[in-house]
């Protein structure tokens, strides 16, 4: 079954430093890959996607992530961090087989440092 | 486009008693998923629609738990003699339903069991 990992429940950042999230999927297959972001009690925005095309993925927010086979990962990163990118971010896998749900890693809560 | 829309946001209910939420999603798309999220965890995939037809259902998914779409527009999911180990976000998605579509969630509604 498809599972996808993120390292780091919690990271820390000062404002105006480079941003990295971290997740790991498992397939022998590379399935698509979505960053979603989480706001308090709000819902889940699409950050970007990976579909198979480009292997470095440009998102909203000026956020990117970048398809690494070798490696089965699609890290997250953002050259600067602002303030209001402080928010839980996650990492999912949708199988390339039809299969239609998302499955969601646990979850990373960025907090950014003034 | 107005989003996908959940009612209510908040539900607080004691034990035993039944429950129901519904789902708008954006309105030219044609699949809907219910996904659960319990606190310091990922969505978790409960079913998913196509048009009113419900193709997946996850084992998450008890005999307590039920979920419409009767005329492919709106959706309700039904619990039936709440249990506390429900309480958790209920989340509500959509799409257009084309390969690695991306999945539009709702605000989602919140769920205590007393």
């Known amino acids: 079954a498809q599972s996808v990992t993120q390292l780091g429940s919690h990271v820390s950042v000062s404002e105006g430093a480079l941003v990295l999230l971290r997740c790991n999927y498992s397939s022998s297959v590379p399935p698509y890959l979505f960053w979603y972001v989480q706001y308090p009690n709000q819902g889940l925005q699409l950050l970007l996607k990976y579909t198979s095309a480009a292997t470095l993925v440009k998102g909203i927010n000026g956020f990117e992530a970048e398809f690494k086979k070798s490696e089965t990962s699609f890290h997250l990163t953002k050259p600067s961090a602002h303030m209001s990118d402080a928010a839980e971010y996650f990492c999912?896998?949708?199988?390339?087989?039809?299969?239609?749900?998302?499955?969601f890693g646990t979850g990373t809560r960025l907090t950014i440092i003034p | 486009d107005t989003g996908v829309s959940q009612n209510p946001r908040h539900k607080i209910t004691k034990r035993g008693q039944n429950v129901t939420f519904r789902c708008d999603p954006i309105?030219?798309?044609?699949?809907l998923y219910w996904y659960r999220q319990t606190l310091g965890q990922g969505p978790e995939f409960l079913t998913y629609?196509?048009?009113?037809?419900?193709?997946?259902k996850s084992r998450l998914l008890s005999d307590r738990f039920s979920a419409e779409r009767p005329k492919g527009s709106f959706s309700t999911l039904e619990i039936q003699r709440t249990e506390q180990g429900d309480s958790a976000m209920y989340l509500c998605a959509s799409s257009m339903g084309l390969a690695a579509d991306t999945q539009y969630f709702g605000p989602g509604t919140r769920l205590t069991v007393l």
């Open positions: 999912a896998a949708l199988s390339n087989f039809g299969n239609e749900k998302l499955t």
């Open positions: 629609f196509q048009n009113e037809a419900q193709l997946e």
């Open positions: 309105s030219e798309h044609n699949r």
